[in-house]
């Protein structure tokens, strides 16, 4: 009995060593892991398991757990042989299981149980049972029916209760959350959780003195309080995506060392109607109670659009939030020390009342960064970039006008990856001009094979280039590839923009025809080398670009035979806070069909001056696909010195020439 007993615990314990570790993550989280792992709650855990299985054996089988019986089989004809022996004392008949247990006489232990299987029908071992008249007992088998029976109503119990506890803990949920429906899910950071100073801002400076003001305000009122003035209500940052507007806010709370409020504009409309206003007034609520304090709306315009314009106009759940919202700017109870600073990127289509003096006080616009701005967003964002000593800042600046501040840290991260990929210890300026291209045009794919359709973009894209290098008022070339990327992008010829000329907008009617000629100067490549028969579709883009380009012109800008007449205006959708109106033709059915065909006349003009230019240089456009096909790739420089061989260059070009290579250090 004691080797039974030592071997059950023996097997327990190697069990529960085999799952130590599994076991051991779970009760690691409770509170008194070191006694829990201890000896002693290792033999309380083996004791436990002992008595439930004792207990479960016992109530599902009937029998003991402990009680061992040596088991021995004898065959039907045995026993009836032992019967006629007379050596058979007693037989237990299980008519359920087939089988009868028999004791003989002489048996030492009553330990020894002998096995007879029988058949359903045994009327011979009746007889010699009769005739020897042997002690004969029908008994049932264990039924563990009943117990199953309660086992599984206790389950269903247990079931049933789990389910009903699970709908009441949801529907006080949902209760509570009812009650909560209108609270304001504004995040609330106090001073020190901001984390960003001017000194992280950069490229933004215009922006960030007119802001300075707002910082005096909220740490010294009572300097403007003195002489009469009054603090700002609202300020409202517009700029296009990326340039720092949400940042710069975080900025302002930062400097102020104030509580700061975030929501954006969308988190205020919901499918119920009031819901948006209940929020803003809970907003305004708290806000009151941390003042003086800055809430920051990001996308305004999300909740602030025109009201009562388009097909949607009416009191609907937008407009009654946008009017509790002009009612806690600017109503009958003042908001004292509360600065609300507001970010969009569309100011066309808020509503005027949102825009008056006494709501947004101020407008300050976030633009692209110019070159010293640039310079600033690139020394910050490479502070932890690990750069090669040939990489120059001042470089990159140049070589990246029109980005923001988020295509210039997205370009840096890019190259990171690149330089990671390409197993080098710094980025290098490979790496750089990869990832300019790869956040302006695209992936770079695997290059194609020396075939005809490759030769026929190479004359394509030098079209392109070659144009871009001969006309006088057009931006110099940075490089010529015929290396394709992603989206459909076959080569291109890039350009150096004019970062002054991008700034300002102010676009020359000669740079424009310019442009309209190099669009097409890759059309006129296929048709003059190729023939007409061989034109393919990769102008499409091209051609709807001058199309574009060249309606400008005549309808909006004046520069054409028509005259100075502004005879269209930019088109306005209806959903974005426009009205029918804008629709509606500006100009008779004549006037129309004058401009298409001035803007046809432009076109064909352009693009004859473009076949013309490459039908001249025959010799030279075939000497440079030799070389595009061989390098797959001609830098700027190479370019304009084969070009140079073949043909003078404009003296408008050579001056641009050199002035980009002294602002890019390469002279």
């Known amino acids: 009995m004691k080797n039974i007993w030592q071997q059950i615990q023996n097997d327990i314990v190697m069990e529960i060593n085999h799952h130590k570790s599994s076991l051991s993550k779970t009760i690691l989280n409770s509170q008194n892991t070191k006694t829990i792992l201890g000896q002693k709650s290792y033999r309380k855990l083996i004791w436990k398991i002992l008595a439930t299985g004792i207990i479960t054996q016992g109530i599902l089988l009937g029998t003991p757990a402990f009680a061992k019986n040596t088991e021995k089989n004898l065959s039907y004809s045995e026993l009836l042989e032992k019967i006629q022996a007379e050596e058979v004392t007693k037989i237990d008949a299980y008519p359920s299981e087939g089988i009868a247990k028999v004791k003989l006489k002489g048996q030492n232990s009553s330990k020894v149980i002998y096995i007879v299987n029988t058949f359903e029908y045994n009327p011979e071992l009746l007889v010699q049972v009769r005739n020897q008249k042997i002690d004969f007992e029908l008994k049932r088998s264990p039924d563990n029916s009943i117990a199953m029976g309660i086992i599984f109503n206790i389950l269903i119990v247990f079931i049933v209760i789990f389910i009903l506890l699970t709908i009441l803990r949801r529907s006080s949920q949902s209760q509570g959350n009812a009650l909560n429906f209108g609270k304001s899910r504004a995040r ?34 009572e300097k403007f309080t003195a002489i009469g003035a009054q603090i700002p209500k609202g300020v409202l940052l517009v700029g296009p995506p990326g340039t720092g507007k949400t940042l710069l806010a975080k900025a302002i709370a930062g400097e102020a060392g104030v509580p700061f409020f975030s929501i954006s504009g969308s988190e205020f409309v919901e499918m119920f109607v009031g819901v948006g206003a209940s929020r803003v007034r809970d907003l305004f609520k708290k806000a009151k109670e941390s003042a003086p304090c800055i809430i920051f709306i990001d996308e305004i315009d999300a909740v602030g659009r025109q009201r009562g314009a388009g097909i949607g106009g009416g009191n609907d759940e937008r407009e009654q939030t946008l009017n509790q919202l002009l009612t806690e700017m600017d109503g009958f109870e003042g908001n004292t020390g509360i600065i609300i600073i507001a970010a969009t990127n569309r100011p066309d289509v808020l509503d005027a009342a949102l825009l008056r003096p006494g709501r947004f006080d101020r407008q300050v616009t976030v633009g692209l960064p110019a070159y010293k701005g640039r310079l600033g967003i690139l020394e910050v964002h490479a502070r932890n970039k690990k750069l090669t000593p040939e990489i120059s800042l001042e470089v990159i600046a140049r070589k990246t006008p029109g980005f923001s501040g988020a295509d210039l840290a997205n370009m840096l991260n890019e190259a990171a990856i690149l330089t990671a990929r390409r197993h080098k210890e710094g980025i290098t300026p490979v790496e750089i001009d990869d990832a300019i291209d790869r956040v302006t045009i695209g992936l770079s794919l695997t290059p194609l094979l020396d075939s005809k359709k490759k030769r026929l973009i190479a004359y394509h894209e030098l079209g392109h280039a070659l144009l871009m290098t001969l006309l006088k008022n057009s931006d110099p070339l940075n490089k010529v590839t015929i290396i394709p990327r992603s989206g459909g992008i076959a080569g291109f010829a890039q350009p150096i923009m004019d970062e002054g000329m991008i700034d300002s907008g102010m676009y020359t009617r000669g740079w424009l025809i310019d442009r309209i000629t190099i669009s097409l100067g890759g059309r006129a490549a296929e048709e003059e080398i190729f023939g007409s028969a061989e034109v393919t579709v990769g102008a499409a883009n091209d051609i709807r670009s001058v199309a574009n380009l060249a309606r400008e012109m005549v309808t909006r800008y004046g520069m054409s035979d028509l005259g100075p007449l502004a005879l269209e205006n930019p088109s306005g959708e209806v959903f974005l806070g426009r009205g029918w109106q804008s629709q509606q033709s500006e100009y008779s059915e004549e006037l129309a069909t004058k401009i298409d065909h001035q803007v046809r006349a432009m076109a064909f003009h352009c693009y004859e001056k473009a076949r013309k230019i490459i039908r001249e240089n025959r010799v030279l456009i075939d000497r440079l696909v030799e070389l595009l096909i061989e390098k797959e790739i001609i830098e700027g420089d190479e370019f304009r010195r084969i070009v140079s061989e073949y043909t003078e260059l404009p003296k408008r070009q050579k001056f641009d020439i050199n002035l980009e290579k002294k602002s890019l250090g390469l002279s």
């Open 188 to 221: 609330f950071q106090m001073e020190a959780k901001t984390g960003v100073f001017f000194d992280d801002v950069a490229g933004i400076e215009e922006a960030k003195e007119e802001l300075q003001e707002v910082v005096s305000f909220l740490k010294k009122p």
